[in-house]
């Protein structure tokens, strides 16, 4: 079975590498573009739960890291 990686991208979207099913909250799946996504975490996108870019312009910050094992 393939992984599904998730990276929180610095000041920008989680994204999903993998074969994943995204669905709304009535379980209808979206329409992906492939095994690559990318979704909002800034909550500014206009394609929610997609990301759409806009994290650039207002002012979304999230440089966070893993604790180190
Ligand atoms: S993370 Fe990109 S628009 Fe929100």
């Known amino acids: 079975m393939e992984s599904v990686t998730i990276k929180a991208r610095e000041n920008g979207p989680y994204l999903i590498k993998g074969p994943v099913v995204l669905t709304d909250a009535d379980g209808t799946p979206y329409a992906t ?6 979704l909002c975490r800034c909550g500014g996108s206009q394609t929610k739960p997609f990301c759409d870019g806009s994290h650039r312009t207002n002012g979304f910050v999230a440089a966070e890291r893993a604790a180190q094992p």
């Open 33 to 38: 573009p492939g095994e690559n996504i990318a």
